[in-house]
Nanobody
Framework: QVQLVESGGGLVQPGGSLRLSCAAS????????MGWYRQAPGKERELVAT???????NYTDSVKGRFTISRDNAKNTVFLQMNSLKPEDTAVYYC??????????WGQGTQVTVFS
């Protein structure tokens, strides 16, 4: 079992920045890929960014050049630095961990709201 706890969401004006954190615990040795997904009201959950050891991070096109995913293996934490935020980035952001046993785990979600 893997437990994920997100933090760092909040309210920000367009053009602002936020940094999300996700701390993993439990059977962390089994985690291969960690990532961030988001779900806006009335929309399906979508991939934002993923990171796997030894592989370049993967980003959805709409956040390329603005968001950066990173991973601190010593602290079992994954981060999402979000810059130049836009109103369309407003969503609940979920941390995801995918294990070598092909099991996906999710955090509880953290709200990001970008408003003028």
């Amino acid at each position: 079992q893997v437990q994920l706890v997100e933090s760092g969401g909040g309210l920000v004006q367009p053009g602002g920045s936020l940094r999300l954190s996700c701390a993993a615990s439990g059977t962390i040795f089994s985690i291969s890929t960690m990532g961030w997904y988001r779900q806006a009201p009335g929309k399906e959950r979508e991939l934002v960014a993923t990171i796997t050891g030894g592989v370049s991070p993967n980003y959805t096109d709409s956040v390329k050049g603005r968001f950066t995913i990173s991973r601190d293996n010593a602290k079992n934490t994954v981060f999402l630095q979000m810059n130049s935020l836009k109103p369309e980035d407003t969503a609940v952001y979920y941390c995801n961990a995918y294990t070598i046993l092909r099991t996906a785990y999710w955090g509880q979600g953290t709200q990001v709201t970008v408003f003028s």
